[in-house]
T-cell receptor
Framework: AQTVTQSQPEMSVQEAETVTLSCTYDTSESDYYLFWYKQPPSRQMILVIRQEAYKQQNATENRFSVNFQKAAKSFSLKISDSQLGDAAMYFCAYRTGGTGANSKLTFGKGITLSVRP | GAGVSQSPSNKVTEKGKDVELRCDPISGHTALYWYRQSLGQGLEFLIYFQGNSAPDKSGLPSDRFSAERTGGSVSTLTIQRTQQEDSAVYLC??????????????FGQGTRLTVV
């Protein structure tokens, strides 16, 4: 079974600075997808960024980028120019590339990010 | 609808009562997930429906929990004889699933269940 590990329960960053959130995963599959989701106090889970395992290039979405190290099974999220609105809980997630009943999303335990003004 | 809809948004129930939580996924989404999130904690997988495949029920914590998905659309999560430890936010998500597709899961806003 796949597992996703987020070992840091909390992090804090100064506004306008850069912060990196760590995530590692364990799988024997070669075809899979990785995601970072944001959950603000409103509870609404929002997709921040996704990465296809077959792509070597790291995904980037505006101020958000990932460092995907497939051999090391590492998938960290970098937030540049941090803003107060970035304060939330962030979850790393894994999904197999197959279809059918084995393609569920598996989440890490999450990390709470606070942004200091 | 435009997004995943869950009802009710909040539910307070007495210990021992049964509750039903509803999820309306995005139209056309074949995959539907239920997760449980205890206060300040991560997402605990409960059950996953994908098309006509048998659901993955491996995350259901006890036989008091069950879920069904009628007509490949609406899903209901039922908790029988509720206990205080069942208090949590129950999140539903749906997505498209296809070979080679990088599919995003869209979440509802959850049902906050409080067992008193």
């Amino acid at each position: 079974a796949q597992t996703v590990t987020q070992s840091q329960p909390e992090m804090s960053v100064q506004e306008a600075e850069t912060v990196t959130l760590s995530c590692t995963y364990d799988t024997s599959e070669s075809d899979y997808y990785l995601f970072w989701y944001k959950q603000p106090p409103s509870r609404q889970m929002i997709l921040v960024i996704r990465q296809e395992a077959y792509k070597q290039q790291n995904a980037t979405e505006n101020r958000f980028s990932v460092n995907f190290q497939k051999a090391a099974k590492s998938f960290s999220l970098k937030i540049s120019d941090s803003q107060l609105g970035d304060a939330a809980m962030y979850f790393c997630a894994y999904r197999t590339g197959g279809t059918g009943a084995n393609s569920k999303l598996t989440f890490g335990k999450g990390i709470t990010l606070s942004v200091r003004p | 609808g435009a997004g995943v809809s869950q009802s009710p948004s909040n539910k307070v129930t007495e210990k021992g009562k049964d509750v039903e939580l509803r999820c309306d996924p995005i139209s056309g989404h074949t995959a539907l997930y239920w997760y449980r999130q205890s206060l300040g904690q991560g997402l605990e997988f409960l059950i996953y429906f994908q098309g006509n495949s048998a659901p993955d029920k491996s995350g259901l914590p006890s036989d008091r929990f069950s879920a069904e998905r009628t007509g490949g659309s609406v899903s209901t999560l039922t908790i029988q004889r509720t206990q205080q430890e069942d208090s949590a936010v129950y999140l539903c998500a749906s997505s498209l699933v296809g070979t080679g597709a990088s599919t995003e899961a869209f979440f509802g806003q959850g049902t906050r269940l409080t067992v008193v």
